[in-house]
């Protein structure tokens, strides 16, 4: 992706809709967990992140960022 498509903050933007905050560096993203977490709420960390990926897939494919 060109660094003017900001793909990152898109990614970071719908994350938030699924209740995760991450945070963008370029097109990668970085996690934060605590410290102490289990391992069903690591499944659903991720499981919401999958969602929002693919939300931002269905987004920039749109845009015509990306091809699905």
């Given at each position: 992706f060109s660094p003017t498509d900001n793909v990152g903050g898109i990614i970071s933007n719908i994350c938030l809709k699924h209740g995760l905050i991450l945070r963008p560096v370029g097109d990668s993203m970085c996690f934060?967990?605590?410290?102490?977490?289990?391992?069903?709420?690591?499944?659903?960390?991720?499981?919401?992140f999958q969602d929002a990926?693919?939300?931002g897939l269905d987004h920039l494919t749109k845009e015509g960022k990306a091809v699905a």
């Amino acid at each position: 992706f060109s660094p003017t498509d900001n793909v990152g903050g898109i990614i970071s933007n719908i994350c938030l809709k699924h209740g995760l905050i991450l945070r963008p560096v370029g097109d990668s993203m970085c996690f934060c967990p605590p410290l102490v977490i289990t391992e069903s709420e690591i499944n659903a960390l991720f499981d919401a992140f999958q969602d929002a990926l693919n939300e931002g897939l269905d987004h920039l494919t749109k845009e015509g960022k990306a091809v699905a």
